[in-house]
């Protein structure tokens, strides 16, 4: 399982490769992770189109007995992505 935040630049309404964010973002790491409480997984995307911040848990929804576990995961790390991301997303906008 993963949460994800995910980012696809954009210039004049066109896919850009434009890693700012990423590279804004990534210089705030050791804040960021502290700040969630986990290690995060960091794709710059070099080449394409989106970079991104994923955090991830073992687990398998399959298994009956872990969709609470997995469920509430999934929730508080998606609203602590909300609640971290935004602080450091100081890239310039074009």
């Known amino acids: 399982m993963r949460v994800s935040y995910e980012f696809w630049p954009k210039e004049n309404g066109r896919a850009?490769?434009?890693?700012?964010?990423?590279?804004?973002?990534k210089m705030h790491r050791g804040d960021i992770e502290a700040a969630l409480d986990m290690p995060l997984e960091w794709i710059r995307g070099d080449g394409k189109g989106y970079s991104a911040v994923r955090a991830v848990k073992s687990g398998d929804y399959r298994d009956e007995s872990q969709h609470d576990e997995l469920a509430m995961w999934l929730v508080d790390t998606a609203a602590a992505f909300f609640r971290v991301f935004p602080t450091y997303d100081t890239a310039p906008r074009g």
């Open 16 to 25: 850009s490769q434009d890693k700012t964010l990423f590279d804004v973002l």
